[in-house]
């Protein structure tokens, strides 16, 4: 079955450590994929695209890369500060197809 | 600054109620989505529409319905409540384009009695 996969407890990380979340899927062959950030009780707010063709993508702290071959997209946070404190979510576009296909989220915890 | 609005933040109604919730994007998006969030599964795409009075079905359509008469507007409707139906929606729209960015409402944290 097809599946995005997403680690599912919670990540601790140190304020200024670099902080990376994984996101693995399964039968899918994405042109593109997404990660948005999550605060609780609010709607997801768009971070970065990836397309198939790019291995790596930066803004400002963030940076993700995407192999495909692997199935794997890497989620760093570089520097991080307790403001960044989170759920995490990857999402993938097919070529052919308006969904976004979601994974459940990383929660991500940075204590100062 | 890009704006989806939901109609409610929380809502509460009882079992077999008909519920609207409603959804306004101001950036003459084309493309609308609702979605329902449960921990542990992730957004799950109920609707989408692609365009005025166009729509799709998503994931998990059974049970609802929705309603774009106007560009900007999306409603979703559940004619009959039930407690499995309790959850957070969020309303989603974006312009026409596969690599473009989903732009998402504030949610509605619905509660079924």
């Known amino acids: 079955s097809q599946k995005i996969e997403q680690n599912s407890e919670a990540l601790n990380i140190q304020e200024g450590k670099t902080a990376t979340l994984t996101c693995n899927y399964t039968?899918?062959?994405?042109?593109?994929l997404q990660w948005y950030r999550q605060d609780p009780g609010r709607g997801p707010v768009f971070l970065l695209l990836i397309r198939e063709n790019e291995k790596e993508k930066r803004k400002e702290r963030l940076k993700v890369t995407f192999d495909t071959t692997l199935k794997q997209s890497l989620f760093h946070i570089t520097a991080s500060q307790p403001a960044d404190s989170a759920t995490y979510l990857c999402a993938l576009n097919m070529d052919s197809n308006y969904q976004l296909i979601w994974g459940a989220g990383t929660k991500l915890i940075i204590k100062p | 600054d890009v704006k989806v609005t939901q109609s409610s933040r929380y809502l509460v109604k009882r079992t077999g109620e008909k519920v609207f919730l409603e959804c306004v994007q101001d950036m003459d998006h084309e493309n609308m989505f609702w979605y329902r969030q449960d921990p542990g599964l992730g957004l799950r795409l109920i609707y989408f529409?692609?365009?005025?009075?166009?729509?799709e079905k998503g994931d998990i359509p059974e049970g609802y319905s929705v309603s774009r008469e106007k560009k900007e507007r999306f409603s979703l409707i559940l004619e009959s409540a039930s407690t499995n139906q309790t959850s957070m929606y969020l309303c989603a729209s974006r312009w026409t384009g596969m690599d473009n960015e989903q732009f998402f409402g504030p949610g509605t944290r619905l509660t079924v009695l």
């Open positions: 039968n899918y062959s994405p042109a593109y």
């Open positions: 529409s692609y365009d005025v009075k166009m729509k």
